[in-house]
């Protein structure tokens, strides 16, 4: 069993920046694929991003430019750096394992000023 705990989340300003972190347990974390979801009040759950064990990434457009992830296998965390943040991407935000469809409880971004 995969167990996944991300923190990070905070309130800040339009145009501020966080850094959330996903850490991990249970499973080879190296060789997991390892995603970032969002979901805002009254919306779906959306990708956000991802990055394979090899460190390949993928985003979603409407964060593409602004979000970057990455990984540290030697600490078993996944990270979203978020930058030039909008009001828009204000959601609890959830890590991910793909291998094992394993979930985090989430941590909430609020962008406001």
């Known amino acids: 069993q995969v167990q996944l705990v991300e923190s990070g989340g905070a309130l800040v300003q339009p145009g501020g920046s966080l850094r959330l972190s996903c850490a991990a347990s249970?499973?080879?974390?190296?060789?997991?694929?390892l995603g970032w979801f969002r979901q805002a009040p009254g919306k779906q759950r959306e990708f956000v991003a991802f990055?394979?064990?090899?460190?390949?990434?993928n985003y979603a457009d409407s964060i593409k430019g602004r979000f970057t992830i990455s990984r540290d296998n030697a600490k078993n965390t996944v990270y979203l750096q978020m930058n030039s943040l909008k009001p828009e991407d204000t959601a609890v935000y959830y890590c991910?394992?793909?291998?094992?469809?394993?979930w985090g409880l989430g941590t909430q971004v609020t962008v406001s000023s």
């Open positions: 249970g499973r080879i974390f190296s060789r997991s694929i």
């Open positions: 990055i394979t064990s090899g460190g390949a990434t």
């Open positions: 991910r394992d793909y291998s094992s469809n394993s």
